[in-house]
């Protein structure tokens, strides 16, 4: 009979289900069994799965339950089965060539500020997707309702990436892993003034810094482009973060709760990023797809690099790459405008070059 690991295919579903954008209580539920059941010898799982006592665990439901005992059983679970099934359709041939061109993701969030999974697993699961980097961005401190991360918990993680590089590169030294490095950085928040949302002492200290607007999405166009300007003036910002803030789909873009796009001057805007080799953008969020064809194509036009992110808030959204290499096709952008297809000395170079 062939053997399955039970835990590795709860948190196959759980990654199906995050990169699916379904509910998050969904995603919870497969996380929290493959916790509970990573914490029991291999003999006790099996012995409960043949007993049918896996929903006395702590955790562990009747769905979750019955993928373990299938799992135990050698088979592929049947709700991994639909998963892998329903996921969706092969890229066109110059989406793949765009994909297999990037070699990290410079926007994701951990559970330090508003995503759901902890730092070290964010980065195993880009490693399993074969990034050689992934940037950590989470939010900075006045972004309270994101748990926005104060300058002393900045410095602390960025002690816990040193100390999770390390182990990284020793696992990659044993063969264990390909060779990948988390990079430090934060999703700053662009102030009313222009002004970045964290010192100029930790911002010169991080790899990369992501910078967008989170509030007064709606101001004048004239005050969004002063704010826009200012900020990609600053020599510690990076990229411009989904520049217009638009949601276009998903459970908080329905009705009246859709959000349109800010407005600002384009041309000033996206001048200005080219003037100081900024990035812009392309952010692959299925609800946000940021910024507009349009706007993208006349960023494009002005001679502005980009940057395809996936602004993952779980490890299965990091898989959400194609959706902005798509984007980034029809508008004619090549791997030469996509910082995030250097290699990792390429991106640093990059990044520091602004300062």
């Not at 006045?142 to 020793?170: I, M, T």
């Not at 003037?275 to 706007?295: G, M, V, Y």
């Not at 790459?321 to 390429?346: H, S």
């Amino acid at each position: 009979m062939a053997t399955r690991d039970p835990i590795e295919d709860l948190r196959r579903i759980a990654f199906l289900l995050e990169r699916a954008h379904e509910a998050a209580y969904r995603v919870k539920a497969f996380r929290t069994a493959a916790a509970t059941l990573a914490a029991l010898p291999p003999d006790e799982i099996a012995e409960r799965a043949g007993s049918g006592t896996l929903t006395d665990l702590p955790g562990v439901g009747e769905v979750t339950a019955r993928c373990v005992a299938e799992s135990v059983a050698g088979e592929e679970p049947v709700y991994l089965r639909r998963l892998l099934d329903t996921e969706g359709a092969d890229l066109d041939e110059a989406t793949a060539a765009l994909r297999a061109a990037l070699r990290g993701d410079c926007h994701s969030h951990s559970d330090w500020s508003d995503g759901g999974s902890p730092i070290e697993e964010m980065a195993l699961a880009a490693v399993e997707l074969g990034h050689e980097y992934l940037v950590l961005t989470d939010h900075s401190p006045r972004l309270k309702v994101a748990r926005g991360l104060s300058a002393d918990r900045l410095r602390e993680q960025l002690d816990v990436v040193a100390a999770l590089n390390e182990k990284l590169s020793e696992l990659a030294a044993q063969g264990a892993v390909k060779p990948f490095r988390l990079l430090t950085g934060i999703e700053v928040d662009i102030l009313e003034d222009g002004s970045l949302d964290q010192s100029d002492e930790l911002l010169a200290r991080l790899d990369v810094v992501v910078a967008s607007v989170h509030s007064k999405l709606r101001d004048a166009s004239a005050v969004m482009t002063k704010r826009m300007v200012t900020a990609l003036a600053n020599p510690h910002m990076d990229i411009l973060g989904h520049c217009t803030g638009r949601l276009v789909t998903g459970r908080k873009a329905t009705g009246q709760n859709k959000r349109p796009e800010s407005e600002f001057d384009a041309d000033t805007v996206f001048g200005t990023a080219a003037e100081h080799d900024k990035a812009i953008e392309i952010n692959s969020r299925p609800e946000r797809l940021d910024p507009p064809k349009r706007l993208l194509r006349r960023a494009y036009e002005l001679g502005c690099r980009f940057s395809i992110d996936t602004d993952a808030h779980a490890p299965g959204q990091l898989d959400w790459l194609p959706y902005g290499c798509a984007r980034a096709v029809a508008c004619g952008v090549g791997p030469d405008r996509i910082v995030n297809t250097m290699p990792v000395g390429g991106l640093l170079d990059w990044a520091r070059s602004h300062s």
